[in-house]
T-cell receptor
Framework: TQLLEQSPQFLSIQEGENLTVYCNSS?????LQWYRQEPGEGPVLLVT?????EVKKLKRLTFQFGDARKDSSLHITAAQPGDTGLYLC?????????FGTGTLLAVQP | ETGVTQSPTHLIKTRGQQVTLRCSSQ?????VSWYQQALGQGPQFIFQ???????GRGNFPPRFSGLQFPNYSSELNVNALELDDSALYLC???????????????FGPGTRLLVL
């Protein structure tokens, strides 16, 4: 069974701080995606990484796929209240996405 | 907005009842996947339909069933509801059947089901 564990589970920080969210698995994935989900809405895709060691940047967000394609990280620089939400990693498997356990981020003004 | 719509937005049922949830895919998308998301957790894959045929199923009992129609809209049916079925049910559509590198899936806002 392919599982994705995220850490931390909860994170409450002040505006302007930096943070990193981790997504780990014992399984290899062909691709890994990061989503953000806000209350009352479905997950929205932030990025897809497919190559081991790949780094992608999206404004203040930096995503990295591990060399062995088993883990990933999301780093946010100078967090803002608008970054608040549930962050989900998801591994690409045949016909489906396997979602991680989620990290709930609250950024206080 | 993703263009994926779901109805109803909220639903309250009692244990043992049956429920049908509906999803309208984004225009041009022929694949729909359904997920169950318990409070504070990541979504769990229920099943996927590609061009009206089931194309993969997660670890859910047979009382969870689905349909995809010729216009690619979809239904999720759950029979004999249990308390643990209380969750947010998400559908996601994609342009084509996800391959090894995953066609991007676009999620609807979900249906919040409460079973009493």
């Amino acid at each position: 069974t392919q599982l994705l564990e995220q850490s931390p589970q909860f994170l409450s920080i002040q505006e302007g701080e930096n943070l990193t969210v981790y997504c780990n698995s014992s399984s290899v994935f062909s691709s890994l995606q990061w989503y953000r989900q806000e209350p009352g809405e479905g997950p929205v895709l932030l990025v897809t990484v497919v190559t081991g060691g790949e780094v992608k940047k999206l404004k203040r967000l930096t995503f990295q796929f591990g060399d062995a394609r088993k883990d990933s990280s999301l780093h946010i620089t100078a967090a803002q209240p608008g970054d608040t939400g549930l962050y989900l990693c998801a591994g690409g498997a045949t016909n489906k996405l396997i979602f991680g356990t989620g990290t709930l981020l609250a950024v206080q003004p | 907005e993703t263009g994926v719509t779901q109805s109803p937005t909220h639903l309250i049922k009692t244990r043992g009842q049956q429920v049908t949830l509906r999803c309208s895919s984004q225009s041009g998308h022929n694949t729909v996947s359904w997920y169950q998301q318990a409070l504070g957790q990541g979504p769990q894959f229920i099943f996927q339909y590609y061009r009206e045929e089931e194309n993969g199923r997660g670890n859910f009992p047979p009382r969870f069933s689905g349909l995809q129609f010729p216009n690619y809209s979809s239904e999720l049916n759950v029979n004999a509801l249990e308390l643990d079925d209380s969750a947010l049910y998400l559908c996601a559509s994609s342009y084509d059947m996800p391959g090894p590198y995953q066609e991007t899936q676009y999620f609807g806002p979900g249906t919040r089901l409460l079973v009493l």
